[in-house]
């Protein structure tokens, strides 16, 4: 075929080499077959890179196609076969590729059973939706099976604990620290190198001296109070990365000495796995994604463990598709409120898009001034940062 009837746009004549590798590139988007337009064959590599996509997404010589056009994919629904192909997968593309396409293969070919399998387990690239997909199977899985997808989700749990601790720490100590400062410290107390950096714009030059007018000093032992954070996590099927990085987030807090961390999570019924704590993957292995979703009942079981509401933080982390009583869990975050709690929704804990929620229910909450949003965990260090010291949140 001529060069100017490609997708390339390359006008007519011989292809250059740029113009070959823009084929090349098409030839790979649309999977081969008469109708792709480029009369380009690949070779090598390309070649079984295409076989790996064509076996998921059909159209190249790895997959199938129906007699109507329409592209379907296929790995034979065997174990040997999937196994064959993670392997590939994971030769010929990079880490965040091999992800997307095993969530895809487990979504579009019903591939979750064969997760069951530990040989399946130890082929797989570990990332969050893998997690998520091993808690939903939890139950069903075999004995055979469990230390291998344990050893998987702890690949991943350290992996985010590596990322996200030390910051955490890092953003929640100096907020308690700052909470914890008087402006009336008695003379042992005093804070000497940030009442003086206080103090800059009050040095008199002639008297080469600072004029103290605001005292900086720390709080005493026996006055500080130690803050108390409820992270109440909804584990319905979609909140599965949610679930995730809550339960890291929870272990990090509980390491704080200054912290006292509860977590609990939900469905239709409660679960208190805050003595699961010091292992986040006990807590992962603890819930049982998917189900119905009681936000109500999950409030009334926190707000029944409140002892200090004025030093009490409580996070709120679901999508708010309510199954229990509407305007008895609205009832229930007034009172908290109220009572001096500070109070965080958040409509998901994760690095993906905007997520589905239930905007009636948010906005009803945001007047009662807990506004609802989305919140990276990167973010979350900072809104816990300013629900600690009562500030605004900073809502993306």
Same mark, same amino acid.
């Given at each position: ?22 084929? #090349?590139?098409?030839?790979?988007? =649309?999977?081969?077959?008469? @109708?792709?337009? *480029?009369?380009? $064959? %690949?070779? /090598? ?108 989700? #702890?690949?991943?749990?350290?992996? =985010?604990?590596?990322?996200? @601790?030390?910051? *955490?720490?890092? $953003? %929640?100590? /100096? ?222």
């Amino acid at each position: 075929m001529r060069a100017t009837e490609s997708p390339a746009g390359t006008g007519g004549g011989v292809a250059t080499g740029g113009d070959a590798e823009r084929l #090349r590139r098409w030839r790979m988007v =649309l999977g081969g077959g008469e @109708a792709d337009g *480029t009369g380009h $064959t %690949l070779a /090598g590599q390309d070649a079984a890179m295409d076989a790996a996509l064509g076996a998921l997404y059909g159209g190249g010589s790895g997959g199938a196609r129906r007699s109507s056009g329409e592209r379907s994919a296929g790995l034979g629904g065997s174990a040997p076969n999937v196994a064959r192909w993670l392997g590939d997968i994971r030769t010929y593309f990079p880490a965040p590729v091999v992800q997307v396409m095993q969530r895809d293969a487990i979504e579009r070919l019903g591939l979750a059973s064969l997760l069951l399998e530990p040989e399946m387990l130890e082929a797989v690239e570990p990332d969050v939706h893998l997690v998520g997909t091993l808690l939903s199977l939890n139950k069903a899985m075999p004995d055979t099976t469990k230390e291998t997808a344990r050893a998987v989700v #702890r690949k991943v749990v350290e992996q =985010l604990e590596k990322r996200l @601790a030390t910051r *955490t720490r890092a $953003t %929640l100590t /100096g907020a308690l620290d700052r909470s914890a400062r008087t402006n009336r410290p008695r003379h042992h107390d005093i804070d000497w190198d940030r009442t003086i950096r206080a103090n800059l714009k009050n040095y008199l030059p002639e008297y080469r001296t600072i004029v103290p007018e605001r005292l900086v000093g720390h709080g005493r032992a026996s006055q500080s109070v130690k803050k108390e954070v409820v992270l109440c996590i909804d584990q319905s099927g979609s909140m599965a990365a949610s679930v995730v990085h809550a339960s890291v987030f929870g272990a990090v807090l509980a390491s704080m000495r200054s912290i006292s961390t509860r977590l609990v999570v939900f469905d239709t019924a409660v679960v208190d796995l805050t003595d699961r704590l010091d292992d986040p993957v006990d807590v992962l292995f603890g819930t049982q994604l998917g189900g119905g979703t009681d936000i109500n009942r999950a409030l009334a079981y926190c707000q029944s463990k409140i002892t200090r509401p004025a030093d009490t933080v409580v996070v709120l982390i679901s999508d708010l598709y309510e199954g229990g009583i509407r305007d008895e869990m609205l009832k229930r975050v007034a009172a908290m409120k109220g009572a001096g709690v500070e109070f965080v929704t958040l409509l998901a804990l994760s690095d993906e898009g905007a997520p589905a929620y239930d905007r009636e229910h948010a906005a009803a909450l945001a007047a009662l001034g807990a506004p609802a949003f989305a919140c990276t965990p990167d973010l979350f260090p900072d809104v816990m940062a300013a629900a600690l010291e009562k500030r605004p949140l900073p809502v993306p």
